[in-house]
């Protein structure tokens, strides 16, 4: 019996070892990849690869980029090769490059490469990460729906989930001055969402992080709540359409906290027919994963000056043009950029106008700083902790 016994742990233990040993040889082998290419390359190790969402403290995939972005940039690189495990991660870091594959050569670059499987689930085959012509097919679909037409009528849903909004504020106001922003504003844009099956958390991700500077900067919370109450004078205390359109310095705010953080941190492409770049002798083959850093391209002092800093005034008429082409990519560029963003700004706007002209926002103490940003919140960039404001309701005869 001890024999059987003896033998039987002796032949587990050897496939055990074996299968180890050939996963280990497998991994060794495949992180080769760029080192082949002739492309520099961050040094892998078993069984990552390069990513850093597995170490303590776990790193954003989009930070991780950020720093290997910032690091071969300095060394005068123009991409980097990354492994996540054992596949090979091209991360562009030249603005040319990054031109070249979301618009000039996006024949080469059609999808996303984020899994998705429609059969067995019809949630993850939304636009975001459906591939190919199925994806033309459905955005040819879907697009009628945000003609200005459309996006009028979609406008009177905004505007009561505005004030419906308005009314939860007040009630959890009576109870508490400190409200949960990220909880409050994701119920309102799911409430407006939901009945037109799009999906974005963007637009809450996006209202609470600008709030949240707004409370770091009250001179800039007045200049906006200024600018609405001017904008609404002339259309009757309304919040239309038009109002919204006319407010030029929330448009800057909102652009800037895009800048600042952005709801993609990184984007992802696949190439998909092998791709020569342009005045070399290397090729990207068909199948590659592709990311390129929004996050470190806005936060690179070559493109914004004092990138930290938040600034809406980079986004004036006057300073607008001064951005450089493709550094700025809240959403993506070219044949492929994201076609809820009509919506999502408006959506944004409307929040923002309700919000800033009832009450003024400042930070509760229970709010962590500095803020730190989920690894594992996979689209949309978004805070680890909860974002708590104090609210106070601004008398209306005060304007
Ligand atoms: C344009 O940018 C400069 C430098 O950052 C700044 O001093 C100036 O105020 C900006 N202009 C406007 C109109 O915002
Ligand atoms: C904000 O960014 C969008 C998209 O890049 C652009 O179309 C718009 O003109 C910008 N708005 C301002 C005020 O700069």
Request: charged share 25%.
């Amino acid at each position: 019996m001890m024999m059987v016994w003896e033998s039987f742990v002796f032949h587990i233990l050897t496939v055990i070892i074996t299968v180890s040993l050939g996963v280990y040889t497998y991994f060794q082998w495949a992180f080769k990849y760029w080192e082949k290419k002739g492309i520099p390359y961050v040094t892998p190790n078993f069984p990552f690869g390069t990513i850093k969402l597995f170490s303590y403290p776990p790193l954003p995939f989009g930070e991780m980029c950020k720093q290997y972005y910032n690091e071969y940039k300095a060394k005068g690189y123009k991409h980097v090769g990354l492994y996540v495990f054992s596949r090979p991660l091209y991360l562009v870091l030249d603005v040319e490059y990054i031109r070249n594959i979301l618009s000039k050569d996006f024949d080469h670059f059609v999808d996303r490469g984020i899994y998705y499987n429609e059969k067995d689930d019809a949630l993850s085959g939304n636009l975001f990460t459906i591939e190919g012509t199925k994806w033309k097919n459905l955005r040819a679909k879907i697009t009628p729906t945000f003609t200005s037409g459309k996006m009028k009528m979609m406008f009177q849903i905004l505007v009561e989930s505005g004030s419906h909004m308005k009314d939860a504020i007040d009630i959890m106001r009576s109870k508490d001055s400190a409200i949960n922003i990220k909880d409050t504003l994701s119920r309102f844009t799911m409430n407006t969402i939901g009945s037109y099956a799009f999906g974005h958390e963007t637009s809450s991700t996006t209202m609470t992080f600008c709030l949240f500077e707004l409370t770091q900067h009250l001179d800039i919370q007045e200049n906006v709540r200024q600018e609405i109450n001017e904008v609404l004078k002339r259309h009757n205390g309304e919040i239309t359409y038009d109002a919204l359109t006319e407010m030029k310095y929330m448009g800057q705010v909102i652009n800037e906290t895009l800048r600042k953080y952005p709801p993609s941190a990184c984007l992802n492409r696949k190439c998909v027919k092998d791709y020569k770049l342009p005045d070399t002798n290397i090729e990207i083959s068909s199948g590659t994963a592709i990311a390129i850093p929004v996050l470190a391209v806005h936060h690179d002092p070559e493109y914004f000056t004092d990138p930290e800093k938040f600034d809406p005034d980079r986004f004036s008429e006057e300073n607008k043009s001064l951005i450089k082409p493709y550094t700025y990519l809240p959403f993506g560029e070219g044949p492929r950029i994201c076609i809820g963003l009509r919506f999502g700004l408006l959506q944004t706007k409307m929040g923002l106008a309700v919000l800033l002209k009832n009450y003024r926002f400042t930070l509760n103490e229970k709010t962590k700083l500095p803020l730190k940003m989920d690894p594992f919140s996979t689209f949309v960039s978004n805070t680890e902790e909860d974002i708590w404001l104090n609210v106070e309701k601004i008398k209306q005869n005060e304007y």
